[in-house]
C-alpha cells in the first residue's frame, strides 16, 4: 500500500485519501443494500412490540431469545442501545437487554456480508463465533458482579427517559403479524414496512459509514505500514496475539466509528498489522466508543456506565483472545494480509454489476417509501419527542 506523505503534498495526500475511501465504498456498496435489503425483510416481520415480555430474566432460555431478537433487528449501534433501555424500561431483564444489543449489532446479517466481502468469510465467521461467546462472557460477568444496587440505580436513572440518538428508531415497530412469512414480505403492508426500514436503517447508519470510510481512506493513504507493525508487535508473534485483542477496543473507542462502518477501517488494520482476535475486538467495540459511552451516562447514569464499559471491554477481550487462538489451532487464520478494499480500483466486473443491479432495487424501494408516507415516518423518527414516541406506525397510505 503506498502512502503519501500529507505535510510534503497536502493536496495530492487528500486526493490520495479521499480515492481509497471512495474506491472502498464502491467495492461494499452491493454489500451493503444487500444486507440493509435482507436486515429490513427481517425487521419487517419480526415485531418489537413482544421483546420485554420475552425477555424477564438472565436464564439461557431469555439471553438464547435475545441473542434472536437482536440478531433480527437493525445493526445501528445507536438504536440498538436506545431499543435495549426501552426493553429495560418496560420491564424486561437488564442483563438480557445487555445482550440484545450486543446481537443487534454484532450478530447481524449485514455485518456478515461486508465483512466476508472487504476481509474474507473467515472474519464473518470469527464474527458469528465470537459475538455469542462475548455474550456468555458478559452474562458470567454480570452473575458475578452485577447487584441489584447497580439494576436499581440503571432503573431509576433510566426512567428519567434523557433522549439519546435514534429514539424514534427504537420506539418505531411497523412489523407485519398476519400471515406466513411470505405472506407477510409480499403483502401490501409488508413491502411497505420493507421500503420503510430500508429507509430507515440508511437513515440512522450513513453517518458512521461515512465517518469510516474517510478514516480508513485517510490512514490506508497517510500511515506507513511500518507504523502499524510497530504499534501491533508484528515481529513478537506471540505478543501480538495477545497485544491484539488488548488494543483493538481502544482503538475503537477512539475511532468513534461504530456499526458497520468499522469495518473498512477494520480492514486497513488488518493489513497494517493487527491480529486476527485484535480485528474481532476492534469490531466488537462499536458498543464502547465514545459516544455511546456517553448515551451510557445519560441513560444509566456515571456509575453504571463506567461498569459497564469495564465488563463490555473485559467481555470482548475475553471473547476475541479465544476466537485468536482458536482459529489459530484450527487453521482458519488467513495467511495473507490482503483485505482487497484498500487496493480497490473501480473498473467493469462483478462487483460493478452487482452495484447497478442493487441500485435499481434500491429506486424501488425508494419510490415506494415516498409513496407510502415516508418522509413522515423519518420525521417521526428524528424527532420522537413531537410525535408521543409513537411506538408503532401503520401503513394505511395507498
Given at each position: 500500500m503506498?502512502?503519501?506523505?500529507?505535510?510534503?503534498?497536502?493536496?495530492?495526500?487528500?486526493?490520495?485519501a479521499?480515492?481509497?475511501?471512495?474506491?472502498?465504498?464502491?467495492?461494499?456498496?452491493?454489500?451493503?443494500?444487500?444486507?440493509?435489503?435482507?436486515?429490513?425483510?427481517?425487521?419487517?416481520?419480526?415485531?418489537?412490540s413482544?421483546?420485554?415480555?420475552?425477555?424477564?430474566?438472565?436464564?439461557?432460555?431469555?439471553?438464547?431469545?435475545?441473542?434472536?431478537?437482536?440478531?433480527?433487528?437493525?445493526?445501528?449501534?445507536?438504536?440498538?442501545?436506545a431499543?435495549?433501555?426501552?426493553?429495560?424500561?418496560?420491564?424486561?431483564?437488564?442483563?438480557?437487554?445487555m445482550?440484545?444489543?450486543?446481537?443487534?449489532?454484532?450478530?447481524?446479517?449485514?455485518?456478515?456480508?461486508?465483512?466476508?466481502?472487504?476481509?474474507?468469510?473467515?472474519?464473518?465467521?470469527?464474527?458469528?463465533?465470537?459475538?455469542?461467546?462475548?455474550?456468555?462472557?458478559?452474562?458470567?460477568?454480570?452473575?458475578?458482579?452485577?447487584?441489584?444496587?447497580?439494576?436499581?440505580?440503571?432503573?431509576?436513572?433510566?426512567?428519567?427517559?434523557?433522549?439519546?440518538?435514534?429514539?424514534?428508531?427504537a420506539?418505531?415497530?411497523?412489523?407485519?403479524?398476519?400471515?406466513?412469512?411470505?405472506?407477510?414480505?409480499?403483502?401490501?403492508?409488508?413491502?411497505?414496512?420493507?421500503?420503510?426500514?430500508?429507509?430507515?436503517?440508511?437513515?440512522?447508519?450513513?453517518?458512521?459509514?461515512?465517518?469510516?470510510?474517510?478514516?480508513?481512506?485517510a490512514?490506508?493513504?497517510?500511515?506507513?505500514?511500518?507504523?502499524?507493525?510497530?504499534?501491533?508487535?508484528?515481529?513478537?508473534?506471540?505478543?501480538?496475539?495477545?497485544?491484539?485483542?488488548?488494543?483493538?477496543?481502544?482503538?475503537?473507542?477512539?475511532?468513534?466509528?461504530?456499526?458497520?462502518?468499522?469495518?473498512?477501517?477494520?480492514?486497513?488494520?488488518?493489513?497494517?498489522?493487527?491480529?486476527?482476535?485484535?480485528?474481532?475486538?476492534?469490531?466488537?467495540?462499536?458498543?464502547?466508543?465514545?459516544?455511546?459511552?456517553?448515551?451510557?451516562?445519560?441513560?444509566?447514569?456515571?456509575?453504571?456506565?463506567?461498569?459497564?464499559?469495564?465488563?463490555?471491554?473485559?467481555?470482548?477481550?475475553?471473547?476475541?483472545?479465544?476466537?485468536?487462538?482458536?482459529?489459530?489451532?484450527?487453521?482458519?487464520?488467513?495467511?495473507?494480509?490482503?483485505?482487497q478494499?484498500?487496493?480497490?480500483?473501480?473498473?467493469?466486473?462483478?462487483?460493478?454489476?452487482?452495484?447497478?443491479?442493487?441500485?435499481?432495487?434500491?429506486?424501488?424501494?425508494?419510490?415506494?417509501f415516498?409513496?407510502?408516507?415516508?418522509?413522515?415516518?423519518?420525521?417521526?423518527?428524528?424527532?420522537?419527542?413531537?410525535?408521543?414516541?409513537?411506538?408503532?406506525?401503520?401503513?394505511?397510505?395507498?
Amino acid at each position: 500500500m503506498n502512502t503519501v506523505n500529507l505535510f510534503a503534498n497536502p493536496i495530492d495526500a487528500i486526493g490520495h485519501a479521499l480515492g481509497l475511501a471512495f474506491a472502498m465504498f464502491w467495492e461494499i456498496l452491493w454489500a451493503l443494500l444487500l444486507g440493509f435489503t435482507l436486515s429490513a425483510i427481517v425487521q419487517a416481520v419480526v415485531s418489537k412490540s413482544e421483546m420485554s415480555r420475552l425477555l424477564p430474566d438472565d436464564s439461557p432460555k431469555s439471553i438464547a431469545i435475545a441473542c434472536g431478537l437482536g440478531a433480527a433487528s437493525s445493526s445501528c449501534s445507536y438504536a440498538a442501545v436506545a431499543l435495549a433501555r426501552s426493553i429495560f424500561r418496560k420491564g424486561g431483564n437488564f442483563t438480557a437487554a445487555m445482550a440484545f444489543q450486543f446481537a443487534s449489532t454484532n450478530l447481524v446479517i449485514e455485518l456478515g456480508i461486508i465483512l466476508a466481502v472487504l476481509m474474507g468469510w473467515q472474519f464473518t465467521l470469527a464474527e458469528f463465533v465470537g459475538g455469542p461467546l462475548m455474550i456468555v462472557l458478559l452474562v458470567v460477568l454480570f452473575r458475578f458482579f452485577l447487584t441489584p444496587r447497580i439494576v436499581e440505580a440503571a432503573r431509576r436513572q433510566a426512567n428519567r427517559g434523557l433522549q439519546g440518538r435514534m429514539e424514534g428508531h427504537a420506539d418505531m415497530d411497523m412489523s407485519v403479524s398476519a400471515g406466513s412469512i411470505w405472506q407477510r414480505i409480499f403483502s401490501f403492508e409488508g413491502r411497505t414496512a420493507i421500503s420503510h426500514f430500508f429507509v430507515m436503517d440508511w437513515a440512522s447508519l450513513w453517518q458512521d459509514i461515512l465517518v469510516g470510510l474517510l478514516i480508513a481512506g485517510a490512514l490506508g493513504a497517510w500511515v506507513p505500514q511500518n507504523f502499524w507493525q510497530a504499534f501491533f508487535l508484528t515481529n513478537h508473534p506471540l505478543w501480538a496475539k495477545i497485544w491484539g485483542p488488548i488494543v483493538g477496543p481502544i482503538v475503537g473507542i477512539l475511532s468513534f466509528v461504530c456499526s458497520i462502518g468499522n469495518v473498512p477501517l477494520a480492514a486497513v488494520l488488518w493489513n497494517g498489522g493487527i491480529s486476527f482476535g485484535g480485528v474481532v475486538a476492534f469490531i466488537f467495540a462499536d458498543l464502547i466508543v465514545l459516544p455511546i459511552l456517553d448515551i451510557y451516562r445519560k441513560y444509566y447514569g456515571r456509575k453504571v456506565s463506567i461498569f459497564l464499559l469495564v465488563t463490555f471491554y473485559a467481555a470482548m477481550v475475553g471473547a476475541a483472545l479465544v476466537v485468536e487462538f482458536v482459529f489459530q489451532v484450527l487453521r482458519l487464520v488467513p495467511s495473507e494480509r490482503s483485505a482487497q478494499i484498500v487496493e480497490a480500483a473501480i473498473t467493469f466486473n462483478y462487483t460493478t454489476v452487482l452495484n447497478i443491479l442493487f441500485l435499481l432495487l434500491t429506486a424501488l424501494l425508494l419510490v415506494r417509501f415516498f409513496k407510502t408516507g415516508g418522509l413522515d415516518m423519518l420525521h417521526m423518527m428524528n424527532h420522537p419527542d413531537e410525535t408521543g414516541g409513537h411506538g408503532a406506525h401503520h401503513h394505511n397510505h395507498h
